[in-house]
């Protein structure tokens, strides 16, 4: 089964729109770490942010915000009046305690393919 | 300010081939990891090193793949006997403290003949 599952495959929007990004995770943890990246068309993955566990606060950072909600196992990311160079593909991912340490694989869901047109 | 460091960037290879990749990791960081992807798919985890340790390896991580990080600094992981179902992105990370914040190479793009 995913841990990470990504239900959006591909969003499309016009520069400017709001866009939500879903992330559903799963895990027996008490423990864990949640992050997303992006990909841009270069290739090379960005780490964006990481939440822990026992922090549910929403977080904003400029544009982007993100909700973490325990309760659904969410962890959603928002970016506010997008912008043509938000186009990439986005990963949510999570990292799990092993042997007392959330310090091992990062598990990915599959990307979601942001597009903003201009 | 260097980052994640990989080479070579790209590599064609004719199947039966064995072929090895390097990573070299933030100066200070002391875990790295290895990683593969595919056209449209997540990273998938290969395998993790804690300076010279190799902790943990993915099940993906088959015989004919092996990875080392000799002196706790950078890494190699060689694939013998390539086959084309190898063929995918190859990706390095590397982190330090608490948190697992990973930051990645520009990969390794690996096509097999």
């Known amino acids: 089964a995913q841990k990470v599952t990504q239900a959006q495959t591909e969003i499309s929007v016009v520069e400017k729109e709001d866009v939500t990004l879903d992330c559903v995770y799963e895990t027996r943890d008490t423990t864990y770490y949640l992050f997303w990246y992006k990909q841009p068309p270069s290739g090379e993955l960005v780490f964006l942010i990481r939440r822990n566990s026992f922090d549910e606060q929403n977080e904003i950072s400029g544009r982007y915000s993100w909700n973490f909600q325990k309760s659904t196992s969410s962890f959603n990311f928002t970016i506010t009046a997008s912008q043509v160079v938000d186009s990439a593909v986005y990963f949510c991912a999570l990292s799990e305690a092993l042997r007392g340490s959330t310090l091992g694989r990062l598990y990915f869901g599959r990307g979601t393919q942001l597009t903003v047109w201009p | 300010d260097t980052g994640v460091s990989q080479d070579p960037r790209h590599k064609i290879t004719k199947r039966g081939q064995n072929v090895t990749f390097r990573c070299d990791p933030i100066?200070?960081?002391?875990?790295l990891y290895w990683y593969r992807q595919t056209l449209g798919q997540g990273p998938e985890f290969l395998t993790y090193?804690?300076?010279?340790?190799?902790?943990?390896k993915s099940r993906l991580l088959s015989d004919r793949f092996s990875a080392e990080r000799p002196k706790g600094s950078f890494s190699t992981l060689e694939i013998q006997r390539t086959e084309q179902g190898d063929s995918a992105m190859y990706l390095c990370?590397?982190?330090?403290?608490?948190?697992?914040?990973?930051?990645f190479g520009p990969g390794t793009r690996l096509t097999v003949l």
């Open positions: 990370a590397s982190s330090f403290g608490d948190y697992n914040e990973q930051f």
């Open positions: 100066s200070e960081h002391n875990r």
């Open positions: 090193f804690q300076n010279e340790a190799q902790l943990e």
